[in-house]
């Protein structure tokens, strides 16, 4: 199984500052990386797959990169709404497996 | 619009059985694969199965490989999770999720239901 871990825990960021969300992956899964975020009693939402192509509907300001075992999320410029748990997820082979999570709040 | 929308959730004792149904519309559900996906409360999220789209393909996390089974109707446009021998550790808001790609899988899941609540407890 492939170990996913996210690092930092909790991001506390300004609003309008930038923030960089990371993704280590235990061995290479290509670029089979996706981005989701979730808020509080809400279902998860993607963002991001195939490592950097943002999904259907996802502004500009979110951007993703990396490949083999090293990803970073990237949002420009925070806004109120961004603030939420940010997971990623390989679908490289099975089981799929998601990080633990990174806490992205308010500074 | 896209939507899935779980059902039947609800607290059951353990060792007992619960089957959860997950309802599509607004595409043609029968052209792709649909997820599973499971959260412990406080916790994070865990796939636990996979279906292709024409149900001949099944996958499943070893948490759960054995006791639960996942089908679907795709004339009723609708999918199941059949959890037998639930345990507390299986306690979770249970998403359905559709894979991105049509007519395969192995993709990200791009739309999500809003999830069932799931309660294991004596």
């Known amino acids: 199984e492939i170990v996913m871990t996210q690092s930092p825990a909790t991001l506390s960021v300004s609003p309008g500052e930038r923030a960089t969300l990371s993704c280590r992956a235990s061995?290479?899964?290509?670029?089979?990386l996706a981005w989701y975020q979730q808020k509080p009693g809400q279902a998860p939402r993607l963002l991001i797959y195939g490592a950097s192509t943002r999904a259907t509907g996802i502004p500009a300001r979110f951007s993703g990169s990396g490949s083999g075992t090293e990803f970073t999320l990237t949002i420009s410029s925070l806004q109120s709404e961004d603030f939420a748990v940010y997971y990623c997820?390989?679908?490289?082979?099975?089981?799929?497996?998601f990080g633990q999570g990174t806490k992205l709040q308010i500074k | 619009q896209v939507q899935l929308v779980e059902s039947g959730g609800g607290v059951v004792q353990p060792g007992t059985s619960l089957r959860l149904s997950c309802a599509a519309s607004?595409?043609?559900?029968?052209?792709?694969?649909v997820h599973w996906v499971r959260q412990a409360p406080g916790k994070g999220l865990e796939w636990v199965a996979l279906i292709s789209y024409d149900g001949s393909n099944k996958y499943y996390a070893d948490s759960v490989k054995g006791r639960f089974t996942i089908s679907r109707d795709n004339s009723k446009n609708t999918l199941y999770l059949q959890m037998n021998s639930l345990r507390a550790e299986d306690t979770a808001v249970y998403y359905c999720a559709r894979d991105r790609f049509r007519y395969s899988y192995g993709d990200a899941f791009d739309i999500w239901g809003q999830g069932t609540m799931v309660t294991v407890s004596s």
């Open positions: 061995q290479s899964v290509s670029s089979n």
């Open positions: 997820q390989h679908y490289y082979n099975w089981p799929y497996t």
């Open positions: 607004g595409f043609t559900f029968s052209t792709y694969a």
